[in-house]
């Protein structure tokens, strides 16, 4: 398809689509060139409409919260969507069970949750991250994890077939899910447990509080850069990083928190360049000084 079809399509469609459109303010690195197209569709229907027509022409990439990804200061030569505010709408299903759009935030579902008297999901108050992009990465923290929680997810395909996965039929392990990448998360159903609301309100603080004392807040970074290597050491990731690796190790502006070692932060103006030498001298570093090869948490987008 060419740009001067998507344009024609693009004034009856139920969303917006924009070209040549910045990233940099799209994800929490505040890192990134241009994309071709950037697509963010108000309806199920207008995504259905777009996938049949665009899809497999380019490349197509989802985009949650922006809060793990590192995109590439080149122009992205295919189209970002991201699903418009219709796809974060969150509602009960039964007294323990909720159904949550995947554009909504994890921090949003958890106050439902306990808005609602349901526990299970205070952990997610905790993650920054879009409904849609917990269920790719199996987010979690505090011991808890998506799969503990999740009952199936609605999704689409590429060629605008729209299906629903239960959560028993697919294999999870630590951030990760086997599923193609050829699908767009749609919704998600969770369940939890009926709770005092009070009880919930006090286990959030207490979350909330912890990570604030081990990480850091209010600058420009995508969290967790690297996976914890579970199976390979019990040491945590900002450890070995810590023992391999100079604490002010820097690359233009892209740094190493002083809080958190597996944080990199864009002090300023990093480019991608700067963050993905930061990126690859620590994995490196690690690697001698330890044996052990660290795996990305983060996305890189090219």
Known sequence: MKIEDIKKFALSIDGDIFFDQSIKKLNWFNIGGRTRIFFKPNS?????EYLKLYAFRSKIFILGNGSNVLFDDNTYEGTIIKLGKNFSNISLLGEE?????SAASQKKLSDFAKNNNISGLEFMSCIPGSIGGGIRMNS???K???????I???LIDFKGVVKSIPANKINFSYRSIELPKDLIFLS????????????IHNLIQELKQKKELAQP??????????????????????ELIRSSVPAKTNFGDAFI???HANFFVNKKNAKSNEMKSLINFVKKEVEIKTGIKLELEIVLVE
Do not use: M, Y
């Open 44 to 48: 199920l229907k207008a995504l259905i």
């Open 97 to 101: 069970t909720i159904i949550a759009g």
């Open 140 to 142: 979690g923290c505090f």
């Open 144 to 150: 808890k994890e998506f799969k503990d929680v999740l």
């Open 152 to 154: 199936s997810i609605q």
């Open 188 to 199: 998600a159903t969770f369940k939890g447990k009926k709770k005092n609301g009070l009880e």
């Open 217 to 238: 807040s209010k600058i420009k970074t995508s969290g967790s850069t690297f996976k914890n290597p579970v199976e390979q050491t019990h040491r945590k990731v900002w």
């Open 257 to 259: 928190s002083e809080k």
